[in-house]
């Protein structure tokens, strides 16, 4: 029967070159040296500068987070809001579950109150890409 | 690169890719409808070149944002594996027509074809040659796949090489069997509905068999580049999601189409 004899072709076919294969990268050494890196050491730019401050203990090298407000801020004490510019927008979540965000502009060295009574400023932190 | 945003997002640079391979698919749709009709191939051929230009210019430059300008943050590769991951989601759902359309003709034949199936005269190809060793095949390259990214995160870059093109072997040598296949098959796409569930469903998986075999190709030409670390290889891991995929999809075929379906 043709079909079964290449049937029988194709897997011995199959059979010789892998363990061919396998025989010639065996005895090739020249990938034995060779060690992938860590993207420790492999990242570069942006990827980089955020693993590098990641491991100095900055989990939040781009200031996403979520800051809670202190309670009670003052126009003496604002909560202060990290940004790398002269300008950030915030939002401020008046109630705790109140579905309206309070968007506003905040600049630098002017502090800022939202229409619940707390006060914000900005601060300046350092952007990842000069860390 | 001067950074005017203190945030971990990618906003591309402006690129004519996107352009250039939507004008492509609309040469390819168009074209295949001048080939049906006025059997002129020429626009499809159009095309498919530029097509294949475009992707690889597209997924180059992807590969050099995040490998060599280290642009992929880790939010950047969370938002490619929910893609990758979405991507395979839909194509789930395309494979899933085909097999409603499958079922819903071969559960419940009509009498056109015989009320039975397979239609009647027709003979389909037995299960246990070569669909069983395809099975096998696709199989067996989870596995090696599943070797190579092991070997990758255990920083083994002789092996992971190594697994890597056996998983590409096994992917060309399933398509070189299956090719042999639709060349001695005793039915063609126009044969009833048995010969046009059977290509279709089989040639679109075959056409994913092909597409991820170059997908895996790339990977490997991308770890001898040393563009993966041990622990960022996001290319890699969507080429072996991808695999698996199509490996699944070969085992609802093998099972509701070449061996229920005979």
């Known amino acids: 029967n043709i079909t079964f004899n290449k049937q029988i072709m194709a897997s011995l076919t ?16 020249r990938c034995a040296e060779k060690a992938l890196p860590t993207s420790a050491t492999h990242a570069t730019g942006l990827e980089r500068r955020e693993l590098d401050a990641i491991a100095a203990g900055n ?11 202190l ?10 809001i990290p940004s790398a510019f002269e300008k950030r927008i915030m ?13 506003m502009w ?26 | 690169m001067m950074m005017h945003c203190n945030h971990p997002y990618h906003l591309v640079e402006k690129s004519p890719w996107p352009l250039t391979s939507s004008l492509s698919a609309m040469f390819m749709t168009t074209g295949l409808a001048m080939w049906f009709s006025v059997q002129n191939s020429s626009l499809l051929v159009v095309g498919l070149v530029s097509m294949m230009f475009s992707a690889t210019q597209w997924w180059r430059d992807i590969s050099r944002e995040g490998s060599l300008q280290g642009l992929h943050t880790f939010k ?7 893609g990758m991951v979405l991507f395979i989601v839909s194509e789930v759902l395309f494979f899933f027509s085909f097999f409603w359309a499958f079922f819903h003709s071969s559960l419940n034949s009509t009498m056109e074809i015989g009320a039975q199936w397979p239609p ?15 099975t096998a095949i696709l199989l067996a390259s989870g596995v090696t796949v599943t070797w190579a990214h092991h070997a990758i995160m255990e920083n083994l870059f002789s092996q992971s090489c190594l697994a890597l093109l056996f998983t590409v072997i096994l992917g060309v040598y399933f398509s070189a069997l299956q090719g042999l296949e639709y060349y001695e098959a005793s039915f063609s ?13 089989t040639g679109f998986h075959g056409l994913h068999v092909i597409i991820g075999t170059t997908f895996l190709m790339m990977s490997l030409v991308r770890l001898l580049m040393a563009h993966f670390a041990s622990n960022h290889h996001m290319g890699l891991e969507a080429a072996i999601w991808y695999w698996h995929f199509v490996d699944v999809v070969w085992l609802f075929l093998y099972t509701s189409i070449y061996w229920w379906g005979s």
């Open chain 1, 59 to 69: 989990d939040n090298p781009f200031d996403m987070r979520i800051i809670k407000r």
């Open chain 1, 91 to 103: 939002g401020c979540v008046c109630e705790e579950g109140s579905t309206h965000i309070n968007w």
């Open chain 2, 120 to 134: 009647t005269d027709t003979t389909p190809f037995n299960p246990f040659q070569i669909p069983m060793l395809n």
């Open chain 1, 14 to 29: 199959a059979r010789t070159v892998l363990r061919t294969s396998v025989r010639c990268l065996h005895s090739s050494n």
């Open chain 2, 76 to 82: 950047v590769t969370t938002g490619l594996r929910w």
């Open chain 1, 106 to 131: 905040l600049d630098r060295g002017v502090s800022k109150r939202c229409e619940c009574g707390h006060w914000f400023n900005l601060i300046k932190s350092t952007p990842v890409s000069e860390m």
């Open chain 2, 189 to 201: 796409i126009a044969d009833s509905v048995y010969g046009s569930t059977f290509f279709v469903a």
């Open chain 1, 71 to 80: 309670s009670g801020a003052t126009r003496e004490k604002p909560t202060e």
